[in-house]
């Protein structure tokens, strides 16, 4: 991933929604997924930029989950996708 466009984004002050859809080149259904959270309208700069190849990486996979102890800068949802603590994803896995 090219640092300069998130640098642009940044000045520009635009949603990290918005930012990981366009980087993502997600569907229109993922995209308002995304979109749609209280917390991705929240400015890019809140969010730990170091972090934003494996949001990107998340939504081209359609993950469910990711695995992460940053639970102060990582988005808590992003659409479906659900940040989890690991300890808590063990607990969730054993369940099944």
């Known amino acids: 991933m090219n640092l300069f466009p998130l640098i ?3 000045r520009e002050h635009r949603p990290i929604g918005e930012v990981l859809v366009e980087l993502s080149g997600c569907d229109h259904k993922t995209a308002q997924q ?3 959270t209280q917390e ?3 400015p890019l700069h809140r969010f730990d930029q170091d972090d ?3 949001w990107i990486t998340a939504i081209q996979e359609n993950c469910d ?3 992460t102890t940053n639970h102060r800068r990582f988005p808590s949802k992003i659409g479906e996708m659900e940040r989890i603590h690991p300890g808590d994803f063990y607990t969730h896995l054993s369940k099944y």
């Open 8 to 10: 642009d984004f940044m």
């Open 34 to 36: 995304i979109a749609s």
């Open 40 to 42: 991705m309208s929240e």
């Open 52 to 54: 934003f190849h494996v």
């Open 65 to 67: 989950y990711i695995l």
